[in-house]
């Protein structure tokens, strides 16, 4: 391949865009590769010094120019070889040039009932209640149910005790209801920024906040930032972030993840820096949930979201949305947990006290 250098009269060096020549240092001379920062050593060119342009033969001094132009995608590890190379894939991808995204969902890794949702160099697990961990392998500790305290004598007849049994039988054989709640409601806080809002985090292009009780689960990246809650144990399932401004695919997999959700859940959304480029695809499966007028998102505009999958929406339920420098949009509640039937034992057993 043939060069073209600009000669300078600095030490005499023979520079051309993307590489540097220093005539001093004779055969330890270098060529930096700009877009690789990486360096190579190489003999002196075949170059005259007649003229102020020079014409360097570089071709045969460094194969790996092919560097400049990096073959492999999705993030692999390019290695030069003789007049070839090879790409060294990232986990979740395969092909010559690691273009392939491997479905990882086909070798079944979610666990009790869970739903596999394949995503690009990754998969993600949407639990059942009563599950939770990477692969919904883990399950709650149970909470010990305490007894009412009272003064006098505790006198329960055969019938109730065959009820109270009874009661009992049934909560452990249904999962997503036996757990004892310890407390009836939790506290939510969301706040989404966009990147031009005026009360944005301080050197930031926003950031997204979905905090349970006080603790932060929001993934804080750009795009939609999604945490699903049992609406029944109160517990944090699931958290997750779509790049729907960077990632052409990011729409689909939201709709793909938000779509793969059921029963009593409580879905919290919000959107940092910026969301819409590549949302419209995921726009039924955020109606879904309790959303609206989701056309009029506006580009770097902040989405906040309450919701439920269910046909008959709870009324916590709730949308805020602001237009570009005009946000953050935020959205605070306290949110009454579903009545579980360890509620209703724990009745019953007040109600037999003597």
């Known amino acids: 391949?043939?060069?073209?250098?600009?000669?300078?009269?600095?030490?005499?060096?023979?520079?051309?865009?993307?590489?540097?020549?220093?005539?001093?240092n004779g055969n330890d001379d270098k060529i930096y590769l700009?877009?690789?920062?990486?360096?190579?050593?190489?003999?002196?060119?075949?170059?005259?010094?007649?003229?102020?342009?020079?014409?360097?033969d570089w071709?045969?001094?460094?194969?790996?120019?092919?560097?400049?132009?990096?073959?492999?995608k999705n993030g692999a590890t390019c290695f030069n070889l003789q007049d070839s190379y090879h790409c060294e894939c990232k986990q979740g991808f395969s092909g010559v040039n690691c273009e392939k995204d491997i479905n990882e969902c086909e070798a079944e890794p979610c666990k009790n009932g869970a739903t596999c949702v394949d995503l690009v160099g990754d998969y993600h697990c949407h639990c059942v209640s009563g599950f939770n961990g990477a692969n919904c392998e883990k399950v709650p500790k149970l909470t010990t149910l305490s007894p009412p305290v009272t003064t006098q004598p505790l006198v329960i007849g055969a019938t109730k005790i065959m009820k109270l049994l009874f009661a009992v039988l049934v909560t452990l054989m249904i999962r997503d209801i036996f757990v004892t709640v310890e407390g009836s409601s939790?506290?939510?806080?969301?706040?989404?920024?966009?990147?031009?809002?005026?009360?944005?985090?301080?050197n930031t292009c926003g950031k997204a906040y979905i905090?349970?009780?006080?603790?932060e689960h929001a993934k804080q990246r750009r795009g939609h930032n999604v945490v699903v809650v049992d609406a029944v144990i109160g517990i944090v399932e699931d958290s997750v972030v779509y790049d729907t401004h960077g990632n052409t695919d990011a729409g689909n997999q939201?709709?793909?993840?938000?779509?793969?959700?059921?029963?009593?859940?409580?879905?919290?959304?919000?959107?940092?820096?910026?969301?819409?480029?590549?949302s419209k695809?995921?726009?039924?499966?955020?109606?879904?949930?309790?959303?609206?007028?989701?056309?009029?998102?506006?580009y770097r505009g902040s989405y906040a979201l309450v919701g439920h999958p269910g046909e008959q929406k709870p009324s916590y339920v709730k949308q805020v949305q602001s237009k570009s420098g005009?946000?953050?949009?935020?959205?605070?509640?306290?949110?009454?947990?579903?009545?579980?039937?360890?509620?209703?034992?724990?009745?019953?057993?007040?109600?037999?006290t003597v």
Request: contains cysteine; charged residues 25%.
């Open 1 to 24: 391949m043939k060069l073209l250098c600009a000669l300078t009269t600095d030490q005499q060096k023979y520079e051309t865009i993307g590489f540097y020549r220093n005539e001093v």
């Open 34 to 56: 700009l877009e690789e920062v990486n360096c190579y050593k190489a003999a002196a060119p075949n170059h005259s010094t007649q003229t102020t342009r020079i014409e360097a």
């Open 59 to 72: 071709w045969h001094q460094l194969d790996s120019i092919q560097y400049t132009n990096n073959p492999c």
């Open 186 to 202: 939790i506290k939510v806080e969301i706040r989404s920024e966009g990147c031009n809002d005026p009360d944005k985090t301080p």
């Open 211 to 215: 905090k349970v009780n006080d603790v």
């Open 254 to 278: 939201l709709k793909g993840f938000l779509n793969a959700i059921s029963g009593d859940k409580i879905v919290l959304v919000a959107v940092q820096d910026e969301g819409s480029r590549f």
């Open 281 to 298: 695809d995921a726009s039924d499966a955020l109606t879904r949930m309790g959303g609206y007028d989701l056309d009029s998102l506006d």
């Open 326 to 352: 005009q946000g953050p949009s935020i959205i605070s509640m306290t949110i009454p947990l579903t009545e579980s039937l360890t509620d209703e034992l724990n009745n019953e057993c007040e109600a037999d």
